[in-house]
């Protein structure tokens, strides 16, 4: 099993920037990749970003590509999200995902992540 613990959500004005951080524990050499999705009230969950947790490739969603920069720190087993020029559209429940293989060949699929966090909330006002 692996457990995921996430921090860094908050209220932020418009314009503004937040960077959200997950931390992985128990059996982390099963863990291939890593992703942010996120979910708004009365939405459907949907991808942000991943990350190859060995080489390091990442992938976004359009609606954030050029704000948000995933990045990770493999001796810390962690993850962050760096959300920058936010907007109140970004507002949802962050969610931090881990998987192995299949997540890294289908890194946008919630299917391919079995470990889930349980979230920490994004609102930006405007």
């Known amino acids: 099993q692996v457990q995921l613990v996430e921090s860094g959500g908050g209220l932020v004005q418009a314009g503004g920037s937040l960077r959200l951080s997950c931390v992985a524990s128990?059996?982390?050499?099963?863990?291939?990749?890593m992703g942010w999705f996120r979910q708004a009230p009365g939405k459907e969950r949907e991808f942000v970003a991943a990350i190859n947790w060995s080489g390091g490739m990442t992938y976004y969603a359009d609606s954030v590509k050029g704000r948000f920069t995933i990045s990770r720190d493999y001796a810390r087993n962690t993850v962050y999200l760096q959300m920058n020029s936010l907007k109140p559209e970004d507002t949802a429940a962050y969610l931090c995902?881990?998987?192995?293989?299949?997540?890294?060949?289908?890194?946008?699929?919630?299917?391919?992540?079995?470990?889930w966090g349980q979230g920490t909330q994004v609102t930006v006002s405007s």
């Open positions: 128990g059996r982390t050499f099963s863990i291939y990749a």
């Open positions: 995902a881990a998987g192995g293989a299949v997540a890294v060949t289908t890194p946008r699929r919630e299917s391919g992540y079995p470990y």
